[in-house]
């Protein structure tokens, strides 16, 4: 299968959690705009995804990463310079959704959603960034979620550490640009990852009161949110660092769900 944009041609672009859900549609998207895809994930591809690819004779590397690990992200980088010799792209997509009630939420799911959401980024992106320093530029994507900007009871941890990538996205911005490299954060909204397409399969009223959040009256496909990814890792966007870019199908927008109301 052709490529379907040469937005990336040939430029090295390592995914975070790359094999499922947003990381998913941000690997094929990436792979469709001609860039060469390392996925960092603790899970491999799953077959069915593997098959995806296959059908478009699309290949990646496959890196076993932890992003809660630093000596996991130093492996993944000197791997990665092994592979290509250089490093373009990084979306630091991994992450992980844990909610529960304020008053109950223990203290080691604290630190976990710290570690894997938080802290990986700046260990990834200070890793990464040393080698797009000495050649000279690169992109850096942070994942965050419409959650760094408007929350709900029992996301209190999980909206801190959306809200800290964008804070240190944009200090990041100021730090890395001198070097040539943009650093901007993706705030998705809810997206059709593997787990909500299976709960909304089990249950289409629940796929109804999902749309109707929405001023487009639909949520995010994975697919929708990697072309997104590929816009902030291309010079489409040459203009944007430090930033972030809102694409949750207008949620954030609305004040009141006017339909609702009327
Ligand atoms: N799905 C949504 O509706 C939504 C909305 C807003 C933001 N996000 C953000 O998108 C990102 C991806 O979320 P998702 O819903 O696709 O998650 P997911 O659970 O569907 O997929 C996460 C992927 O990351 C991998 N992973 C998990 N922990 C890892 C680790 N420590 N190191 C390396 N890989 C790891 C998993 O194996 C999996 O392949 C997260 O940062 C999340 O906060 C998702």
Known sequence: MTK????????VVIVTGGS?????????????????????????????????????????????????SSSSIEQLV???????????????????????????????????????????????SQTVA?????????????????HAQASAAEYEMYAATKGGICAMTRAMSWSLGKHG????????????????DEMVKNDPTLEQTFNALHATRTFNSVEQLGQV??????????????TEVVADQGLLAGLVNSDVLS
């Open 4 to 11: 379907q944009t040469t937005l990336l041609n040939n430029k």
């Open 20 to 68: 499922a859900g947003c990381g998913w549609g941000f690997t094929l998207s990436c792979l469709k705009a001609g860039a060469n895809v390392i996925v960092a994930d603790l899970n491999p591809l799953s077959d069915d995804k593997q098959a995806i690819l296959d059908e478009h004779s699309y290949s990646v590397d496959y890196v076993k990463t932890d992003v809660s």
């Open 78 to 124: 000197e791997q990665a310079k092994a592979l290509h010799g250089r490093i373009d792209g990084l979306v630091n997509n991994a992450g992980l959704t844990i909610t529960g009630d304020f008053m109950a939420f223990d203290l080691d799911t604290v630190d976990r959603l710290y570690k894997t959401n938080l802290r990986s980024v700046f260990l990834m």
């Open 130 to 146: 040393k080698v797009m320093i000495e050649q000279g530029g690169g992109v850096i994507v942070n994942v965050a979620s419409n």
């Open 181 to 196: 490299i943009r650093v901007n954060s993706l705030c998705p909204g809810l997206t059709r990852t593997e787990p909500i």
């Open 229 to 242: 990814g590929v816009f902030l890792l291309s010079d489409m966007s040459a203009s944007m660092t430090g």
